[in-house]
């Protein structure tokens, strides 16, 4: 399969953050018909409404950990599918399991009978709180299996093996993105992760809330970026698995003063204390997305928040009351 023209796709969680953007972005690069499948537990019909404009496409309210059944031929299954936030898998912990394990089989299920590529939405959370800097696929973690945070990098990591059993024993043609912190349009606004809290807090003239001293580090990737590198490594025959991220690493702190002058606001800084097995650094090795793929983000920090704040900033403006009480009960989270 050398690219997506005219093929049939189905995105499980194509309702999402990154499914959405998946789903335009296969559309406009002329698939077929594009299928997605979500619940709309944490995804949002609003962020695929508009996407029948671009295309064939079909959004189906669905629970993956139940059978997925497609009717007619299917080339490539994204299995994008899962609570993403800690606020989200603290809230959702038996849901955030479920949708790892079952939901991930009944994808690989789906993919097997049609013959289909699979593609699995890891996660740098397979790391854990890592002893080797930066990050590199050939690292097996440090992760807790019995913490807060367990169900989702327990989910994700048994969803990478359960791909791997299914590739040996059945040949499926799988691929495996492990995704680093990624920001954008479309984040949801009581997402509770760090892009969204600073940029409603800036965007508000509030204090920002920073978890522990503010020295962990993170990398953040622009979504177009990040899509990018998962269409590069579905249209791959790469079945290990690839850190797909942006390596400019920055502090808390540091991205905090980042959000202040992309926003032109912003108040003082107000420390909290860093919830349990929170990763003190994050920064993918991305040489095997170079080397494979081709891949590596282009677009700039000061870039993306640019675009990120432009989206806030109408939501603000356009959206119903309701809508922005439900800002600002993000913005204090």
């Known amino acids: ?29 002329g698939a077929g018909e594009v299928i997605s499948l979500d619940n709309f537990v944490t995804g949002d019909e609003r962020n695929v409404a508009g996407l029948p404009a671009l295309g064939d496409f079909l959004s189906v309210r669905h629970d993956v950990t139940e059978p997925i059944r497609i009717e007619g031929p299917v080339h490539c299954v994204f299995n994008l599918a899962s609570p993403a936030s800690p606020i989200d898998y603290a809230q959702l912990p038996i849901e955030t399991l479920r949708v790892g394990s079952l939901g991930t089989e009944n994808g690989l299920r789906l993919a097997r009978e049609k013959g289909a590529v699979f593609l699995q939405a890891s996660t740098s959370e397979i790391y854990g709180d890592p002893l080797v800097h930066p990050q590199q696929e050939d690292y097996w973690g440090n992760a807790n299996p019995i913490g807060p ?5 327990e989910a994700k990591r048994y969803g990478e093996a359960i791909i791997m059993a299914y590739h040996r024993a ?34 508000r003239g509030e204090d920002f809330t920073v978890f522990g001293d503010g020295s962990q580090t993170r990398s953040f990737c622009y979504v177009r970026d990040l899509i990018d590198g998962l269409v590069r490594l579905a249209l791959s025959d790469v079945t290990q698995p690839v850190n797909i991220g942006n390596p400019r690493e920055m502090t808390i702190l540091e991205f905090a003063e980042a959000v202040r002058g992309a926003a032109g606001g912003g108040g003082r800084i107000l420390f909290q204390p860093l919830p349990k097995d929170d990763p003190k650094q994050r920064r993918p090795d991305i040489t095997r997305a170079r080397t494979l793929l081709g891949w590596e983000p282009r677009v700039s920090l000061e870039e993306g928040l640019e675009e990120t704040l432009a989206w806030f900033r109408q939501v603000l403006e356009v959206h119903t009351p309701a809508r922005r009480a439900e800002f600002t009960e993000s913005a204090a989270g």
């Open 149 to 153: 945070r367990s169900c989702y990098d």
């Open 170 to 203: 059945y040949g499926l043609r799988t691929r495996i993105a492990r995704i680093f912190n990624t920001y954008g349009p479309r984040m949801r606004l009581n997402d509770g992760r760090v892009v969204p809290a600073f940029v409603g807090q800036a965007l």
């Open 1 to 29: 399969m050398n690219d997506f023209h005219g093929k049939r796709i189905v995105v499980l969680g194509g309702a999402g953050f990154l499914g959405s953007h998946l789903c335009e972005r296969l559309l406009r690069d």
